[in-house]
């Protein structure tokens, strides 16, 4: 059995992240490789990730940025491991790379997709413009396993997981979607679809990469509308819903038949929510009234238009 670690990057540096893992590889052979997908990176980062080739590392580039569920195909495409592990590029071991290497193996045969988790730091980020991502992150993501294997799919992320390559004979990564947001929502969807379990483990890593204030809210504004496009062209709208906890939120509220009322709270106090979101003071409950006010905002512009599906493909194909 072997496994590949595979890590999309694009301008983050990721040189002491890749030097832990090769030395953790050196005691843990069952890891075989790195492979490093540069997404259409600046020249000053391209030439530390070339240093980084050579005995099990590779580098593999994009001459521009072809999107999150691009670069990991072409990675699945390049490695060799029977197993794939995917984890981000802003990350930090928490321990060291052997013991994060052995928690895979003791828990490989729970599942053909584990999820390993996501964590923050305890102390708040000393740049109080990135306060908002962190409290999210904390309060949302950062989640013990027995809490996330209660809704496996909806706690799915790439940030850290391990698949099982057999999985990808069938699914890979929707490319169409080249914005920021909600690729693992659809993978976790075409999962589910599938009949492939999700299994969760406390084996996280650090997130470090702590978006700004005004950044983050330009994120969530990419990822809701992504959410929408997907809302109308998967043809398993129960199953969609399942999958995503502001989807059933949004559900609650079409029933009650207040996303009117939503809609018209998003764009009349849009711009005093996001003054307040992007501050010290940034408040997490304002930060989830924002986003479902957002996305009923974005099914009522579809709903009055009859907006046909946003990509050119077959909905059967989703």
Known sequence: MKISILIPVNDYDIV??????????EKVPEFCEIIIGDDGSSEEFRKKYNLLAGDKVKVVSAEKNIGRASIRNRLISESTGDYLLFIDADTMIPGTAEMY????????SSGRVICGGILYKAS??????????WKYGRKRE?????????????????FNVLIDRTIFSKLRFYEELKQYGHEDTLFSYQLKKAGIGIFHIDNGLIHEGLESNKE?????KASIENLSKLYDIVTDKWTF????????????????HLTRILAGVFIRYRERMEIRLDSAKACLPLFELYKISMFCTYREIHRRRKILPFFNIPPDSI
């Open 241 to 256: 819903y399942s999958t995503v906890r502001l989807l059933r939120i949004y559900r609650a509220l079409r029933f009650f």
């Open 16 to 25: 002491a992240l890749v030097h832990s893992m090769k030395d953790g590889m």
């Open 216 to 220: 983050y809210l330009t994120k969530t």
């Open 142 to 158: 950062q989640l013990k396993a027995r809490d996330r294997n209660k809704h496996p799919y909806s706690s799915f992320s790439t």
């Open 101 to 108: 290497m052995h928690n895979w193996l003791d828990n490989i």
């Open 124 to 133: 708040r980020p000393g740049d109080p413009d990135k306060i908002l991502r």
